[in-house]
């Protein structure tokens, strides 16, 4: 019904800079928010920045200043600018969006994408 496809991780070294995408295709009436999270070995998933339709933003505390979220409604497309790279940045990066589903369908879609990996070493 609705899939996500991201695109953009790799390797980079502490101090660099990555941009993540995550396109958006389907059965789409409307998307509401949209969302990268990550998750590290041994480690919980984690929200790390969010923005709604009307673009307000919310961060995790540790990428305020170094990551910035933004999307394009019009290519149901949301990117994470992901500058200052550390590596305890080193993750599986996930999009997440949620909203209404279109095409002769009736209710709300929460859908995640496969996940991409970002690693920060020297």
């Known amino acids: 019904q609705v899939q996500l496809v991201e695109s953009g991780g790799g390797l980079v070294q502490p101090g660099g800079s990555l941009t993540l995408s995550c396109a958006a295709s389907?059965?789409?009436?409307?998307?509401?928010?949209m969302g990268w999270y990550r998750q590290a070995p041994g480690k919980e998933r984690e929200l790390v920045a969010s923005?709604?339709?009307?673009?307000?933003?919310n961060y995790a505390d540790s990428v305020k200043g170094r990551f910035t979220i933004s999307r394009n409604n019009a290519k149901n497309t949301v990117y994470l600018q992901m500058n200052s790279l550390k590596p305890e940045d080193t993750a599986v990066y996930y999009c997440?969006?949620?909203?209404?589903?279109?095409?002769?369908?009736?209710?709300?879609?929460?859908?995640w994408g496969q996940g991409t990996q970002v690693t920060v070493s020297s």
């Open positions: 389907g059965s789409i009436f409307r998307i509401n928010t």
């Open positions: 923005i709604t339709r009307t673009t307000s933003t």
């Open positions: 997440n969006t949620e909203g209404l589903l279109g095409s002769g369908l009736i209710g709300p879609f929460n859908v």
